[in-house]
């Protein structure tokens, strides 16, 4: 059945080191996108990418990389020089933005503790 | 600058009440407004959206009316259910685009 997945559901690393979280969407969605919440707070976009091969930085993206070089997979790579990343982290996809009124669905989450 | 806001934090209502949540947006621009249900440690499921063009869309137990004039949409489960309890984010667009999300409501629905 079609869904996406986000792994690993916890994931801890040491402050310094470089993490990347994995976001697979079987949907044939078109456009991807990385979200981060944090308590107290609404979802704030990260990254996206409406094709493949392209993204566009969020209101959020600095100490954030990503990559789309397929139309299922979206990783998002958690730097050294984001300052705070400790949160839970969220992945979405839908199929034609900008065409028609359309609704993003969510992975389940990666929760990221920075030790 | 937080284009989209849910004024209050949390929610408590009886089961079997209506349970009304608010969201408020600044942007005239948008034209498609969503909101999602949200349990801890999982991501948000969508539970109903709006287009400009309408002023209210139904879905079983659930309603969103738009003011477009006031800049106010509202989420309406009636009757509200125990497996209601969740926090809800209201979001909108504009055509399509990335959404903007409210800062979310906790919703406790009481036996």
């Known amino acids: 059945d079609g869904g996406i997945t986000q792994s690993p559901k916890y994931l801890f690393r040491k402050e310094g080191q470089n993490v990347t979280l994995s976001c697979e969407q079987n949907?044939?969605?078109?456009?991807m996108y990385w979200y981060r919440q944090d308590p107290g707070q609404g979802l704030r976009l990260i990254y996206y990418?409406?094709?493949?091969?392209?993204?566009q930085k969020g209101d959020i993206a600095e100490g954030y990389s990503v990559s789309r070089e397929k139309k299922e997979s979206f990783p998002l790579t958690v730097t050294s020089a984001q300052k705070n990343p400790t949160a839970f982290y969220l992945c979405?996809?839908?199929?034609?933005?900008?065409?028609?009124?359309?609704?993003?669905?969510f992975g389940p989450g990666t929760r990221l503790t920075v030790l | 600058d937080q284009q989209v806001k849910q004024n209050s934090p949390s929610l408590s209502v009886q089961e079997g009440r209506i349970s009304i949540l608010n969201c408020d947006y600044t942007?005239?621009?948008?034209?498609?407004f969503l909101w999602y249900k949200k349990y801890p440690a999982e991501g948000p499921t969508f539970l109903i959206s709006?287009?400009?063009?309408?002023d209210k869309n139904e879905d079983g137990r659930f309603t969103v009316f738009l003011n477009k004039s006031a800049k106010h949409l509202s989420l309406h489960i009636v009757p509200s259910q125990p497996g209601d309890s969740a926090v809800y984010f209201c979001?909108?667009?504009?055509?399509?685009?990335?959404?903007?999300f409210g800062q979310g409501t906790r919703l406790t629905i009481n036996p």
């Open positions: 979405a996809s839908n199929k034609n933005p900008g065409l028609d009124p359309d609704t993003q669905y």
């Open positions: 949907l044939n969605h078109d456009a």
């Open positions: 990418s409406q094709i493949v091969n392209d993204f």
């Open positions: 942007n005239s621009m948008f034209d498609y």
């Open positions: 709006i287009s400009s063009i309408k």
């Open positions: 979001a909108a667009s504009v055509r399509a685009q990335k959404l903007v």
